[in-house]
């Protein structure tokens, strides 16, 4: 008797924090390179990137519960947000048109207003209804308006994301009407886990592959030779634990003073 061979179950995505991904969701990376920024601007660009990329997410209701994050260094501003829907959900709105008696005849058939309005929303006058208001009895449709994919408003929320980061002063790099930032960018490039990657580029920006070799957030908590460690918290533990791994092959020691300083 043969053994019943089992297929083994697909792997489950995982944000940064080792919790599942549902299907139809992303976790989102954006990363803003540029020449160095004044060390006592970082923290606080960090926090701007971080309540404004928030405030788009939700106004586009692409974020599902997740809080984006954002981190700066010198040399770039970094944000994740943990689940992104890959799509926006469809919505259905109503809509009011014009007044019951413009619509309807006296014999409650409907007029050339009510067959325009109907043609307008791609629907036949049997679709239309009539709604009570402050103002009196009108028509209305209702409308089911499909959400649009994630990368689509993503490229447009992003770029104005950046530009609405506020600086104590800025500078312009492409010309007068070009984008202001605090220094020239570099680069700027954003990707979701289901492992497509996106970028964009503009007159007078430097095309950079991204150092970010995975779609997965395991970059932010395993080092590897070809991956960074975005959060200063992670950074601080990873350094510490590698100098302590040093110090053992090497029979050394750290001094005592290291610790209470944000290490583990």
Same mark, same amino acid.
């Given at each position: 008797?043969?053994?019943?061979?089992?297929?083994?179950?697909?792997?489950?995505?995982?944000?940064?924090?080792?919790?599942?991904?549902?299907?139809?969701?992303?976790?989102?990376?954006?990363?803003?390179?540029?020449?160095?920024?004044?060390?006592?601007?970082?923290?606080?660009?960090?926090?701007?990137?971080?309540?404004?990329?928030?405030?788009?997410?939700?106004? $586009?209701?692409? #974020?599902?519960?997740?809080?984006?994050?954002?981190?700066? =260094?010198?040399? !770039? @501003?970094?944000?994740?947000? &943990? %689940?992104?829907?890959?799509?926006?959900?469809?919505?259905?709105?109503?809509?009011?048109?014009?007044?019951?008696?413009?619509?309807?005849?006296?014999?409650?058939?409907?007029?050339?207003?009510?067959?325009?309005?109907?043609?307008?929303?791609?629907?036949?006058?049997?679709?239309?209804?009539?709604?009570?208001?402050?103002?009196? $009895?009108?028509? #209305?449709?209702?409308?089911?308006?499909?959400?649009?994919? =994630?990368?689509? !408003? @993503?490229?447009?929320?992003? &770029? %104005?994301?950046?530009?609405?980061?506020?600086?104590?002063?800025?500078?312009?790099?492409?010309?007068?009407?070009?984008?202001?930032?605090?220094?020239?960018?570099?680069?700027?490039?954003?990707?979701?886990?289901?492992?497509?990657?996106?970028?964009?580029?503009?007159?007078?920006?430097?095309?950079?592959?991204?150092?970010?070799?995975?779609?997965?957030?395991?970059?932010?908590?395993?080092?590897?030779?070809?991956?960074?460690?975005?959060?200063?918290?992670?950074?601080?533990?990873?350094?510490?634990?590698?100098?302590?791994?040093?110090?053992?092959?090497?029979?050394?020691?750290?001094?005592?003073?290291?610790?209470?300083?944000?290490?583990?």
């Amino acid at each position: 008797m043969k053994a019943e061979m089992k297929t083994p179950a697909p792997a489950h995505k995982q944000d940064h924090t080792g919790a599942p991904i549902k299907a139809g969701f992303a976790e989102l990376f954006l990363e803003v390179g540029c020449e160095e920024i004044p060390a006592g601007m970082i923290a606080a660009a960090a926090k701007e990137l971080q309540v404004i990329l928030n405030k788009y997410l939700a106004l $586009e209701k692409l #974020a599902d519960g997740g809080e984006a994050l954002a981190f700066g =260094a010198p040399r !770039r @501003l970094v944000a994740t947000c &943990p %689940r992104v829907r890959l799509k926006q959900e469809d919505v259905q709105r109503q809509i009011n048109g014009p007044p019951k008696s413009a619509a309807f005849d006296g014999q409650n058939a409907p007029t050339r207003v009510a067959e325009g309005f109907a043609a307008k929303y791609g629907v036949g006058v049997e679709r239309l209804f009539i709604v009570s208001t402050p103002r009196g $009895e009108y028509v #209305a449709v209702e409308q089911l308006v499909p959400g649009r994919a =994630a990368a689509e !408003r @993503l490229a447009e929320i992003i &770029p %104005r994301a950046i530009a609405e980061i506020p600086w104590p002063k800025t500078m312009y790099w492409t010309g007068a009407s070009g984008l202001r930032f605090i220094r020239p960018i570099r680069w700027r490039w954003w990707l979701c886990s289901e492992g497509a990657r996106y970028a964009w580029k503009s007159p007078g920006w430097l095309p950079v592959r991204p150092r970010w070799v995975t779609a997965s957030s395991a970059n932010l908590r395993l080092p590897s030779a070809d991956t960074t460690i975005i959060s200063p918290g992670s950074r601080r533990i990873t350094c510490w634990r590698c100098q302590k791994d040093a110090a053992k092959k090497g029979s050394a020691s750290l001094p005592s003073s290291r610790r209470g300083r944000g290490f583990a």
